[in-house]
T-cell receptor
Framework: EDQVTQSPEALRLQEGESSSLNCSYTVSGLRGLFWYRQDPGKGPEFLFTLYSAGEEKEKERLKATLTKKESFLHITAPKPEDSATYLCAVQTGGYQKVTFGTGTKLQVIP | DAGVTQSPTHLIKTRGQHVTLRCSPISGHKSVSWYQQVLGQGPQFIFQYYEKEERGRGNFPDRFSARQFPNYSSELNVNALLLGDSALYLC???????????????FGPGTRLLVL
């Protein structure tokens, strides 16, 4: 069975203090790895899709990387508005079943 | 362009009742998936529909059913509600040009269901 583990569960950063979130996965046949941001009571907001090991994508203060066993979401000089839960998900198989991790709750303090 | 829309936004039901949740995908998207998100957990896959056919189903009981209409909108039905069905129900859509294979899903705001 596909497993996705995110760490840490919660992270508290000072504004401007860079850090990384980890997503490790155990799957058979990775088709894609996705990062989403979720604010309380709202639906997940798409950030990145990664398809193969070595791939990297950037958007503003965020950078996602992928290896054969894990993905990192690097946050450079975060701002309070980056506070949210960050979800990692993997797609395997021929249809669209996506398995999510439990998320990392990020709090950025001014 | 409008994103994925869901209705209603909030719903309160009692045990044993039935509920219908609705989803309209992004214009042009043909694939719709449903997820259940319990507080503090990641979303859990319930169904995927593509071109009005069920393409995948998660580990949910038969009380959960869904369908997709010719305009690609979708309904999720839950019968005989239990307290444990209280959750945020999320709908996601994708273009479906490859049947959903390796496609990014875009989520709606969700329907918050409370079962008393």
């Amino acid at each position: 069975e596909d497993q996705v583990t995110q760490s840490p569960e919660a992270l508290r950063l000072q504004e401007g203090e860079s850090s990384s979130l980890n997503c490790s996965y155990t799957v058979s046949g990775l088709r894609g790895l996705f990062w989403y941001r979720q604010d309380p009571g709202k639906g997940p907001e798409f950030l990145f899709t990664l398809y193969s090991a070595g791939e990297e994508k950037e958007k503003e203060r965020l950078k996602a990387t992928l290896t054969k066993k894990e993905s990192f979401l690097h946050i450079t000089a975060p701002k309070p508005e980056d506070s949210a839960t960050y979800l990692c998900a993997v797609q395997t198989g021929g249809y669209q079943k996506v398995t999510f991790g439990t998320g990392t709750k990020l709090q950025v303090i001014p | 362009d409008a994103g994925v829309t869901q209705s209603p936004t909030h719903l309160i039901k009692t045990r044993g009742q039935h509920v219908t949740l609705r989803c309209s995908p992004i214009s042009g998207h043909k694939s719709v998936s449903w997820y259940q998100q319990v507080l503090g957990q990641g979303p859990q896959f319930i169904f995927q529909y593509y071109e009005k056919e069920e393409r995948g189903r998660g580990n949910f009981p038969d009380r959960f059913s869904a369908r997709q209409f010719p305009n690609y909108s979708s309904e999720l039905n839950v019968n005989a509600l239990l307290l444990g069905d209280s959750a945020l129900y999320l709908c996601a859509s994708s273009p479906g040009t490859s049947g959903g294979y390796q496609e990014t899903q875009y989520f709606g705001p969700g329907t918050r269901l409370l079962v008393l």
